[in-house]
């Protein structure tokens, strides 16, 4: 793919150990050295509690989460390498699914992609359930859709959401 047809793209971010709001401001940083990847929007920072498997934990160390516009000139699972690369440098280790992290990248949606295999699945298949993705997300594009669930904003009103706004970053923007 050319510098022509960069595919536009959203990542969630979230970090629940360490100091979490530097974490996320380096990662922005990283992402943006990522070879053919463009920022495009950093939303505003949320907290909210860690939901687990078995539901919220309360007992949990907080969340914070925000998105990030992007466009990429390179493949879906290249661009999953390059945000794994960056999770591992920022200290993530996998012990449970849903576990506590310094560190977590989805890519949210990429384009009109539509893809599963045993690496990736895109659209997020459980974005639409998440306020805190949906809720940075529509902050950061009013219009957000997510192909083949729905407007971001109606999904985003379906749930119960129990965020806090936590922070704006002075990266952040929603139209670059
Ligand atoms: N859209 C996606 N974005 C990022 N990783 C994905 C995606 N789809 C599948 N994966 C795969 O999921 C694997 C496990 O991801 P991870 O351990 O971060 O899951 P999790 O963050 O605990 O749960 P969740 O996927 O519900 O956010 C990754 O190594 C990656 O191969
Ligand atoms: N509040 C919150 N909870 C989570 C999060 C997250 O980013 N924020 N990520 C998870 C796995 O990706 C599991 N649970």
């Known amino acids: 793919m050319t510098a022509a047809n960069r595919q536009p793209a959203v990542l969630a971010l979230g970090s629940n150990l360490g100091d979490r709001l530097t974490t996320l401001t380096a990662a922005i940083s990283a992402l943006e050295q990522v070879p053919g990847l463009e920022l495009t929007g950093v939303s505003p920072v949320y907290e909210s509690a860690a939901v687990k498997v078995d ?40 012990v449970e699914r ?42 950061l594009d009013p219009e957000a859709v997510i192909p083949g669930r729905g407007p971001v904003r109606t999904l985003l009103g379906a749930i119960d959401a129990t965020l806090t706004p936590y922070a704006v970053l002075p990266s952040a923007g929603g139209n670059r």
């Open 55 to 94: 539901g919220v934990d309360d007992d949990a160390p907080r969340y914070l989460n925000l998105v990030v516009g992007i466009r990429y000139t390179g493949a879906p699972h290249a661009l999953l390498d390059a945000v794994n690369a960056i999770e591992n440098d920022y200290g993530r280790v996998r």
């Open 98 to 139: 849903w576990g506590d992290r310094t560190l977590d990248i989805d890519i949210i949606v990429f384009g009109s992609v539509s893809l599963h295999d045993e690496r990736l699945s895109i659209p997020h298949p459980r974005a639409a359930e998440r306020d805190f993705v949906l809720a940075p997300w529509l902050d």
